[in-house]
């Protein structure tokens, strides 16, 4: 079991940066891909961004390519999401998550485990 913990989250004016971790606050997500996810008021939750369990391969969404950056700490025990250039459309409660194959990264039913989420809110 691991369990996931996110931080990093709080309001910002467009144009700015934020960074996000994600922690395993019990076990240890070691050997797992973990990805971020968000969710906005009123839509589906949607995919991020995902990091391979070594940290050699990444994914994005094409909407945060470019803009975000996912990466994971040298013991592999925070994976942390980057988040450049925030628009409001960035707005939502965002969600990292681990699972053990590096397949299916956009659906979210394939993730074995997620984080309470932490609210991102962009400004103009």
């Known amino acids: 079991q691991v369990q996931l913990v996110e931080s990093g989250g709080g309001l910002v004016q467009a144009g700015d940066s934020l960074r996000l971790s994600c922690a395993a606050s019990?076990?240890?997500?070691?050997?797992?891909?973990v990805g971020w996810f968000r969710q906005a008021p009123g839509k589906e939750r949607e995919f991020v961004a995902a990091?391979?369990?070594?940290?050699?391969?990444?994914n994005y969404a094409d909407s945060v390519k470019g803009r975000f950056a996912i990466s994971r700490d040298g013991a592999k025990k925070t994976v942390s999401l980057l988040m450049n250039a925030l628009e409001p459309e960035d707005t939502a409660v965002y969600s990292c998550a681990a699972k053990r194959y590096w397949s299916d990264l956009d659906d979210d039913k394939r993730w074995l485990y997620w984080g309470q989420g932490t609210q991102v809110t962009i400004i103009t």
């Open positions: 990091i391979t369990w070594n940290g050699d391969t990444t």
């Open positions: 019990t076990g240890t997500f070691s050997g797992y891909a």
